[in-house]
């Protein structure tokens, strides 16, 4: 038996013949940049997220730089957020001209670590990013209560935590703005490159549609300088056809999750993922932590098992910001983690065999 790490094919042959029929209309209606239904899309993910307004962006990696623009974040600023994080979140800060200001995760649930925030708050503190890795949304009240205590932005990078929840909220309608990625292989995954920000702000709604449209209040009529940061309509339609389904894709996911919690839950020096009392986790990553994670890999790679690790490298140690001048040592806990997870196979469409076949393996490898 073979396990791959995601599956998007057995879940696109599920839903074929309504993807073939969406992709047809945008065709027939050549709605391709923007248009009918990029707005559909926009209203129907606006209300899963329980915000007033989404704007359907190119990328997640658009939607948290335009938030962080029209949020007037810019040269010599920071902006606050963990290093264990994809490196967008990051690059997003970088260029708005300000500088990203790393802080520690939390070891239980791997994101910021909400105690360590106010130590590393300055007079050029402009916003926080709390990033809801893996799935699971960071503990929000009390960042947002520093934020409140110091008139800060709150960008939350949701792009992993699509129908997550904090306390019964759904991710990214907690901050100002909440920024999603529709990346393929994410949990809710568009058919080509795809973002929204989604905020209850009309304000910095209507900024960020102007910004990802050139900055134009009409046809070439530029109030601010923006970017080409739009969704395609092909996206739309794909997103509008997928979005019915992610409840109860996120439902399997979390299934598979408990399964492998229970299977794994006597294995010796292998670390299942916890989910918070204030969150509902949606495993868009399920990582596990072990010590002899080579060693497993490899194993596991023999036995056709793909695996993940997310991420190799904390951020304030990739060569890309070494300008920042923060060590190894600076950030213990998210280097400890980053040696130490190993993201096993996870997809709603995942079969419980095939988590017993994971499972299996690693019982069998014993060595952790
Ligand atoms: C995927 C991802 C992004 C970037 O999204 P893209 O759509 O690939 O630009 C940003 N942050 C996190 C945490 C992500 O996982």
């Given at each position: ?11 696109y042959?599920?839903?074929q013949?309504?993807?073939?029929s969406a ?14 239904f ?16 989404a704007?359907?962006?190119?990328s ?9 623009m ?22 997003a ?92 292989g ?6 080509g ?22 900055g ?18 092909f ?16 439902e ?8 492998y ?33 080579e ?22 140690l ?8 923060c ?41 952790l």
């Amino acid at each position: 038996m073979s396990v791959p790490f995601l599956d998007l094919k057995t879940q696109y042959k599920i839903i074929q013949a309504e993807i073939t029929s969406a992709l047809q209309n945008v065709l027939d209606s050549t709605s391709f940049a923007g248009g009918p239904f990029v707005e559909k899309f926009e209203k129907e993910f606006a209300s899963f997220c329980q915000t007033k307004f989404a704007i359907g962006m190119g990328s997640g990696t658009d939607a948290l730089w335009a938030a962080l623009m029209v949020s007037g974040i810019g040269n010599g600023d920071e902006v606050i957020t963990t290093p264990n994080t994809f490196i967008a979140t990051s690059e997003a800060i970088t260029f708005c001209g300000a500088k990203p200001v790393f802080v520690d995760i939390d070891e239980q649930t791997f994101n910021m670590n909400p105690d360590l925030l106010k130590g590393v708050i300055s007079p050029k503190t402009k916003a926080i990013v709390p990033v809801h890795l893996f799935g699971q949304p960071a503990d929000m009240d009390p960042i947002i209560k520093i934020a409140q205590e110091h008139n800060l932005f709150v960008i939350e990078d949701a792009c992993q935590a699509h129908g997550a929840k904090y306390k019964g909220r759904p991710a990214g309608s907690i901050g100002h703005a909440g920024c999603f990625s529709f990346y393929p292989g994410k949990n809710l995954g568009a058919y080509g490159e795809a973002g929204a920000v989604v905020t209850n702000n009309a304000e910095l709604a209507e900024k960020i549609k102007r910004f990802r449209d050139h900055g134009q209040t009409k046809k070439y009529y530029h109030s601010m300088i923006g970017w080409n940061a739009r969704m395609d309509g092909f996206q739309g339609a794909v997103l509008s056809v997928k979005l019915k389904y992610l409840t109860a894709w996120n439902e399997a996911r979390r299934k598979n999750a408990k399964l492998y919690n229970e299977l794994l839950a006597g294995v010796n020096k292998v670390q299942t993922p916890i989910e918070a009392d204030f969150a509902k986790h949606v495993y868009h990553i399920y990582a596990i932590r072990t010590k002899n994670r080579e060693a497993l890999l490899s194993v596991l790679a023999e036995k056709n098992i793909s695996c993940g690790i997310h991420y190799p490298i904390p951020l304030h140690l990739q060569e890309a910001y070494r300008f920042l001048g923060c060590g190894p040592g600076s950030f213990p806990m998210a280097e400890k983690c980053a040696a130490e997870f190993l993201s096993l196979p996870m997809f709603p469409e995942l079969t419980n065999e095939q988590i017993t076949h994971v499972v299996n393996a690693i019982i069998a490898f014993g060595r952790l």
